[in-house]
């Protein structure tokens, strides 16, 4: 008897284990891996506008017939600016740099793109499990009632707890902290590339990150947690990217 007790304490110590270690290599290894993910943003997106600042935005490239800003012409500058910048920084996901090609695999209609950036009438409803959805509107209404930079701040890492508690899937898990970590990066780039000023006109920028996030990376879900990972921070940096272009237009 004390023999089947001691193989059963083995067995069950050595499942055990073995669910620990499948945990452990599924999703985001630890929190230092999200916070390379979430930096990515913000040089990929200074390694676009750097790209942006070496054209001009009265190019017949970004401009249409009637000599108006062509919204999506930039959209396709950034994309194809994003990739090139991808291709050289992996994102790490679960220990392994993402397959750059799943962003070659997301069909994205030009106006589902043109969509993504306008963000008058925003309707939460672009993921299937509607409680992403649901979490992002009242992320993006809490943090958008904060009115300093270090309330922004708490704000998020409240939201970055929270959902450590709310979704107990992983892959949903990751998606949210994905969007959740783009938006901290981005909010503290353009806070501080606003000289730290008082005016809010940055903060307009750094919420076309996080529309951006989610709204691409919705897409990207098509290829599962990982798609949503990399197609959300690529759509994170063309968003904000489009809106300082868009920002300098005349």
């Not at 790209?51 to 959209?75: V, Y």
């Not at 000023?197 to 098509?222: C, H, V």
Request: net charge negative.
């Amino acid at each position: 008897m004390k023999k089947i007790f001691f193989l059963l304490t083995i067995i069950s110590f050595l499942i055990s284990c073995n669910n620990e270690e499948i945990n452990q290599k599924e999703g985001f290894l630890n929190s230092k891996e999200i916070e390379n993910y979430a930096k990515m943003h913000s040089s990929g997106l200074e390694f676009c506008i750097d790209k942006f600042k070496s054209s001009n935005l009265n190019n017949e490239l970004f401009r249409t017939s009637n000599n108006q800003i062509d919204t999506l012409a930039l959209i396709n500058f950034f994309e194809e600016e994003t990739r090139n910048y991808l291709a050289n920084n992996p994102v790490i996901y679960n220990g392994k740099a993402i397959d750059l090609n799943i962003l070659n695999q997301i069909n994205i209609s030009d106006s589902d793109k043109i969509k993504t950036v306008s963000h008058s009438n925003f309707s939460y409803d672009w993921y299937t499990n509607n409680e992403i959805n649901l979490f992002f509107k009242d992320f993006i209404q809490d943090i958008s009632s904060k009115s300093t930079i270090n309330e922004i701040n708490s704000t998020i890492s409240i939201y970055s707890n929270s959902a450590e508690i709310k979704f107990s899937k992983k892959e949903d898990l990751d998606i949210v902290l994905s969007f959740i970590n783009i938006t901290k990066d981005s909010v503290n780039h353009w806070y501080k590339k606003s000289n730290n000023t008082a005016s809010r006109g940055w903060f307009a920028l750094a919420m076309a990150d996080a529309y951006g996030a989610f709204t691409w990376g919705s897409f990207g879900m098509a290829a599962g947690p990982a798609g949503a990972i990399i197609v959300g921070l690529n759509g994170a940096i063309i968003d904000s990217a489009v809106a300082y272009a868009l920002g300098l237009a005349p």
